[in-house]
């Protein structure tokens, strides 16, 4: 993580869960794993948001909104500090694959071998590695964050799109 000040941080994060139709335990336990260590460690800075006066840490609510990522941000008194709408439409494609490759690779942890296990998971890292470069180039001039915290965005978002 970069050295930044403490306001430069996300506190709290939730996410729209009426967005989201039907979620397996694999899924479940990676949507928790990401909100945990998202708040635990990570570096956002809004740029309007700090523009315009409001400082962090902030707050969060992240849903998807006519295709388009809705990024509700509230500063460190409470007030609201902005919505920020991405279009996900660069995402679609690489989320698509990150599904199907981590269907795959949980369908192989209940009989696959370690081989074949490992090289899926080498699959899966990759393809969300992709996902997290695609998201910071979609968050450029926006939001200010690190490779870490984007990445863990990503996955929050790939929660969001699950549709069934």
Same mark, same amino acid.
């Given at each position: 993580m970069l050295t930044t000040a403490p306001a430069d941080r996300i506190a709290r994060i939730s996410l729209d869960e009426s967005t989201i139709i039907a979620r397996n335990a694999d899924i479940e336990c990676e949507r928790e794993v990401a909100l945990r260590d998202l708040v635990q460690d990570n570096e956002f800075r809004p740029q309007r948001a700090v523009a315009d006066g409001h400082k962090g840490p902030?707050? =969060?609510?992240?849903?998807?909104? $006519? *295709?388009? =990522?809705?990024?509700?941000?509230? $500063? *460190?008194?409470?007030?609201?500090?902005?919505?920020? *709408?991405?279009?996900?439409?660069?995402?679609?494609?690489?989320?698509?694959?990150y599904f199907a490759i981590c269907e795959s690779y949980y369908k192989a942890l209940r009989k696959a071998t370690a081989a074949e296990i490992e090289t899926l998971d080498m699959t899966r890292r990759a393809i969300h590695d992709r996902g997290t470069r695609h998201l910071l180039n979609i968050l450029e001039g926006k939001i200010v964050t690190d490779f870490d915290t984007a990445r863990r965005l990503f996955t929050l978002i790939c929660v969001l799109h699950i549709k069934a």
């Open positions: 902030w707050d =969060l609510h992240l849903g998807v909104v $006519d *295709g388009m =990522l809705a990024v509700q941000i509230r $500063d *460190g008194q409470g007030a609201d500090a902005g919505t920020i *709408g991405l279009g996900l439409s660069r995402l679609r494609r690489v989320i698509r694959e």
